[in-house]
């Protein structure tokens, strides 16, 4: 069973009901649970983490998904609970419209602890083994390089008159659809041109 713990009540009693979970307010019903999931904005963590700690104890799993935040955040929990994160590589929106599959990072204290973790988080997609930072590193340098992608295909656009109401649509469908596809290894014969016309332009060394 899933237990929820918010401040808005409306809102946690509302994703309740779509995961069959309890909505409460209370830190108190911590003590039902196993794993702790905290999910929540950097800002208001350190926070929470005061107010839960009277809470914890030794069997509990606490599980940090919140990109922004890393270890030494949760240093006052050392030695009461577990302390463990699980890292998504993807874009929440995108996974959600598209099913695609979200890479997962495991980063726990002990060997026991990464396992358990990577049980729940393997219903959800792929699960490696690694350093939390890693994600971090991956998602702001894919997030950088996806948005100068897009203002670059943008200006070109504009640059050949094309109606600006099209302009969403070649970046959605048709870069996002490329990049996937060059992911994936199946770019075909078209977009092996555009590489090597990229590579002898001098406009990329990574291809």
């Not at 996974?95 to 979200?102: G, K, Q």
Request: contains cysteine; charged residues 25%.
């Amino acid at each position: 069973n899933m237990i929820l713990i918010d401040k808005d009540l409306r809102q946690c009693g509302l994703l309740a009901k779509e995961t069959a979970g309890l909505a409460t307010s209370e830190y108190s019903a911590l003590s039902l649970s196993d794993y702790i999931i905290i999910a929540l904005p950097a800002t208001v963590i350190p926070e929470v983490i005061q107010k839960i700690k009277s809470f914890v104890v030794k069997e509990h799993i606490l599980i940090n998904i919140s990109t922004d935040t890393e270890k030494p955040v949760f240093e006052s929990l050392k030695g009461l609970c577990k302390l463990t994160a699980a890292k998504i590589i993807g874009h929440a929106q995108h996974m959600a419209t598209t099913d695609e599959l979200p890479l997962i990072i495991i980063d726990g204290e002990d060997p026991d602890t990464s396992n358990k973790t990577a049980n729940i988080f393997a219903k959800l997609g792929t699960v490696c083994f690694g350093d939390e930072k890693t994600v971090k590193n991956i998602n702001n340098i894919a997030s950088e390089e996806g948005i100068k992608a897009a203002l670059s295909i943008k200006k070109r656009l504009e640059e050949t008159d094309v109606p600006s109401e099209y302009i969403s649509f070649a970046i959605r469908n048709v870069a996002c659809g490329t990049m996937n596809a060059y992911a994936l290894g199946d770019g075909g014969p078209f977009a092996q041109k555009i590489i090597k016309k990229l590579k002898k332009s001098g406009k990329t060394d990574s291809l």
